[in-house]
């Protein structure tokens, strides 16, 4: 049931490269948002986007971006990767309203940056 | 600034053991608190509280929620090879923008052994 799709799975790359990842979803979910999960320190929030013209940085934005192409779609950007990028990156949706706090996630695209 | 604060950080137990995991956090605007499981990848969604004293339950996992000492436990009684993933507890803020947003603890890796 891939309801939430990324892309790519895995990616390795090199510092200074230019990175994308894609999220899609079938939900129809008003919500997405991208985590990076390192070990230790659970899910850390990076951006969020409430619908298509609403984008939020999250806890730890810095040197990424996204874009928020349609409903269905959440890209994130690293401009330019460094090592310490490297990590597991979540996509999710969630539907909006009250009492909707559960949060759907992707399989993950595991990066990393040599 | 949310945070919450998962213990043990790992746990290491033989099947049929009883285990408790505790979740507490500090939320300026709480909302609800769920619990994860995550086995290889995409964390799984096991349980939201939003009211003190009311245990969710789940076959052999149950949960419940302190609202007054800010803190939640998890239960898995009888646990199971198939129990072994990383639990995560977070908290959903009930804040203006930041409605419906999670913050996740560090999660607690749980072990089981034959």
């Known amino acids: 049931d891939a309801d939430v799709t990324q892309t790519p799975r895995n990616r390795i790359t090199k510092t200074g490269k230019r990175i994308m990842l894609e999220c899609s979803q079938t939900?129809?979910?008003?919500?997405m948002y991208w985590y990076r999960q390192d070990p230790g320190l659970g899910l850390q929030l990076i951006y969020y986007s409430f619908d298509v013209k609403d984008i939020n940085k999250g806890e730890i934005s810095d040197g990424y971006s996204v874009s928020r192409q349609a409903q269905a779609k959440f890209s994130l950007s690293l401009e330019s990767a460094i090592p310490n990028q490297t990590a597991l990156y979540f996509c999710?949706?969630?539907?909006?309203?009250?009492?909707?706090?559960?949060?759907?996630f992707g399989p993950g695209t595991r990066l990393t940056v040599l | 600034e949310d945070k919450v604060v998962q213990s043990p950080l790992s746990l290491v137990v033989h099947e049929g053991d009883t285990v408790t995991l505790n979740c507490s956090y500090e939320v300026t605007n709480f909302r609800s608190l769920l619990w994860y499981k995550q086995e290889k990848k995409a964390p799984t969604f096991l349980f939201m509280l939003t009211s003190s004293g009311i245990e969710k339950k789940s076959g052999r996992l149950s949960s419940i929620l302190d609202k007054k000492e800010l803190f939640s436990i998890l239960n898995i009684t009888a646990t199971q090879t198939g129990d072994s993933a990383i639990y995560l507890c977070?908290?959903?803020?009930?804040?203006?923008?930041?409605?419906?947003?999670?913050?996740f603890g560090q999660g607690t890796i749980l072990t089981v052994h034959p």
């Open positions: 977070a908290v959903a803020n009930a804040g203006g923008t930041s409605y419906g947003k999670l913050t």
């Open positions: 999710a949706t969630s539907l909006a309203g009250q009492g909707n706090n559960e949060q759907f």
């Open positions: 939900k129809g979910h008003d919500r």
